[in-house]
């Protein structure tokens, strides 16, 4: 059964920086994407970013490109995300998630199966 915990979230001020952290259990693919979305209040989620394992590519939504930093440790099935130079608007509940093997990663939401239970990130202004 696959699984995937994320942790790491918290509060900050505008400007702080947070590591998030996504321990991925249940299934073994040698080429897969993973990614972050988030989910503010009253708001559709969003996608954030995507690994491909593949070729260790990445991809970042505009509004975080620069300021997030998407990476893996395969030895440790683990997947973070390194956030830097946050503002209030990044306020919202981050989810990992995972795709089956495809030929290319979907970054929309039809594009992941798995998807953990989300940790909470609040920055203050």
């Known amino acids: 059964q696959v699984q995937l915990v994320e942790s790491g979230g918290g509060s900050v001020q505008a400007g702080g920086s947070l590591r998030l952290s996504c321990a991925a259990s249940?299934?073994?693919?040698?080429?897969?994407?993973l990614g972050w979305f988030r989910q503010a209040p009253g708001k559709e989620r969003e996608w954030v970013a995507t690994f491909a394992t593949g070729d260790s590519s990445t991809a970042y939504a505009a509004s975080v490109k620069g300021r997030f930093s998407i990476s893996q440790d395969n030895a440790k099935n683990t997947l973070y995300l390194e956030m830097n130079s946050l503002k209030p608007e990044d306020t919202a509940m981050y989810y990992c998630?995972?795709?089956?093997?495809?030929?290319?990663?979907?970054?929309?939401?039809?594009?992941?199966?798995?998807w953990g239970q989300g940790t909470q990130v609040t920055v203050s202004s």
């Open positions: 998630a995972s795709a089956r093997p495809r030929h290319y990663c979907d970054n929309s939401i039809r594009g992941f199966d798995y």
């Open positions: 249940g299934y073994t693919y040698s080429r897969n994407c």
